[in-house]
């Protein structure tokens, strides 16, 4: 996929997929790269539970993470045109939000309106000191409509995220950290190294516990406590059968490292 919007490839620590946005300067969400979002997500699903990666990190090329919607090809578009954009592009970072392994965002540069969006739809994200992050939509006399309004309080909390939104104002790495909107921060350019050796720490777990853990914690939040509790157990009885997790019983009582196969 090298001549394409979204590049895949497989770098680093063993197991863990990066998936690079290939339009700077500002890698902004147009047709093509949303499509190509799509078609990336659409191939990891299809894959069989042994062959799927047990992290995926997403970066950008350039010196912008992503600046939100193209508004280039915004201003062609038709009243009509947007009601159906909208949806399609909350649909694939909803669609990113589900791939039952965990997700890195590395942020440098500018994280803006959807670039954020697509941000909080990775389970985890690390900034890059020089980088500013925010949800700019009412600045522009809109609302952040690809699940800004939804992931964001879940993150950080209804008063912070009305405070993000309302405002429009950009934050500072170290800010979006103090309010909990990112999980790192590094010096400039070592975003990628601290999302690796990150990456690499899951990957070095039980995958299928992993994913099932995953499971437990987004959908337990969706539901009361009592189900939340149930849905946990259900998920729990999921690796009971498995054999990593006669493997690392076994590397235990035999004072070693296990070694997962994700089965």
């Not at 949806?87 to 669609?95: E, G, H, K, N």
């Not at 925010?134 to 992931?151: H, S, V």
């Not at 070095?204 to 437990?216: C, S």
Request: proline share 6%; with cysteine; aromatic share 4%.
């Amino acid at each position: 996929m090298a001549d394409s919007s979204v590049i895949q490839e497989r770098e680093g620590a063993p197991g863990v997929t990066v998936l690079t946005l290939n339009r700077p300067p500002v890698n902004a969400l147009g047709r093509e790269l949303v499509e190509q979002l799509n078609i990336v997500c659409e191939r990891l699903e299809k894959r069989p539970e042994a062959a799927l990666p047990r992290a995926v990190i997403l970066a950008a090329e350039g010196k912008c993470f992503c600046a939100g919607a193209d508004l280039k090809e915004r201003q062609t578009m038709s009243a009509d045109d947007v009601k159906r954009w909208v949806p399609w592009l909350s649909a694939t970072f909803t669609r990113i939000a589900r791939l039952p392994m965990p997700t890195l965002a590395v942020v440098q540069g500018v994280a803006a309106g959807g670039g954020m969006e697509l941000a909080l739809a990775c389970d985890l994200r690390i900034a890059e000191e020089p980088a500013t992050l925010g949800l700019r939509e009412t600045a522009l006399a809109i609302l952040p409509g690809a699940g800004g309004t939804q992931r964001l309080p879940r993150l950080i909390g209804p008063s912070r995220a009305k405070r993000w939104i309302f405002t429009a104002r950009m934050h500072t790495a170290r800010e979006a950290l103090s309010d909990g909107a990112v999980d790192v921060v590094t010096p400039a350019g070592e975003g990628m190294a601290a999302a690796l050796a990150l990456a690499g720490s899951i990957a070095a777990n039980g995958p299928v516990a992993v994913r099932l853990a995953k499971r437990a914690i987004d959908l337990g939040l969706e539901l009361p406590m009592t189900e939340a509790l149930e849905h946990e157990v259900r998920c729990y009885e999921g690796v009971l059968s498995t054999r990593d997790r006669l493997e690392a019983l076994e590397a235990f009582v035999q004072k070693r490292q296990p070694v997962f196969r994700g089965n």
